[in-house]
């Protein structure tokens, strides 16, 4: 699983936002949600971009290197 799939996993639980919620607010179905958080698919940028506005924060956090709380530094 890429780092930027698990920031956004780490980034969706800390709002505690279902992924229903978070694929409404993109505008693209549930099953896509589900699959780049499973780490089946890899979302595009443009997904990407979506979800970090979703979830109220810049791109660069979500494709950051690594977070405080040690996501991404495996």
């Keep these: 699983m890429s780092r930027t ?7 969706v ?3 505690g ?3 229903c919620e978070l694929a409404k607010r993109m505008g693209v179905k ?3 949600v589900s699959r780049w958080l499973g780490g089946k698919r890899q979302p595009s940028i443009d ?3 979506k979800m970090a ?3 109220g924060c810049e791109i660069r956090v979500v494709v950051a ?4 709380d040690g996501v991404g530094n495996e």
């Design 13 to 15: 639980k800390i709002e």
């Design 47 to 49: 997904n990407v971009e």
């Design 5 to 11: 799939v698990k920031m956004l996993k780490y980034l």
């Design 17 to 19: 936002m279902k992924q």
């Design 53 to 55: 506005r979703a979830l």
């Design 30 to 32: 549930e099953a896509s």
């Design 65 to 68: 290197q690594k977070c405080d």
